[in-house]
């Protein structure tokens, strides 16, 4: 059975960093699309950033270009977000996602698996 736990999440004040990680089991991923999204009550869950198999490319959405970065350590079978210069509209619950379908995408309909999402709240 495959599982995605986040980590990371917290409350932070405007300005400051926070690095989430999630860590996959039960599959091995290294050949396919790795992401993170987000929601906030009373909206859909959007992209955040994605980052292919092994190519290196990424996908940000224009909100967070230049202050997050997606990474992924395949030997561990991780991903993490970079997120600095956070602001109060960055608050969401943040969710893990891979894909065994495909290498890269930045559309949530081709990610089949799923982590039970760590809140981040960021404070003005």
């Known amino acids: 059975e495959v599982h995605l736990v986040e980590s990371g999440g917290g409350t932070v004040q405007a300005g400051g960093s926070l690095r989430l990680s999630c860590a996959a089991s039960g599959f091995t991923f290294d050949d396919y699309a790795r992401g993170w999204f987000r929601q906030v009550p009373g909206k859909q869950r959007e992209g955040v950033a994605c980052?292919?198999?092994?190519?290196?490319?990424?996908y940000y959405a224009d909100s967070v270009k230049g202050r997050f970065t997606i990474s992924r350590d395949n030997a561990k079978n991780t991903v993490y977000l970079q997120m600095n210069s956070l602001k109060p509209e960055d608050t969401a619950v943040y969710y893990c996602?891979?894909?065994?379908?495909?290498?890269?995408?930045?559309?949530?309909?081709?990610?089949?698996?799923w982590g039970q999402g760590t809140q981040v709240t960021v404070s003005s």
């Open positions: 980052i292919s198999s092994s190519d290196g490319r990424t």
């Open positions: 996602a891979a894909s065994d379908i495909i290498s890269y995408s930045d559309s949530q309909d081709q990610y089949n698996y």
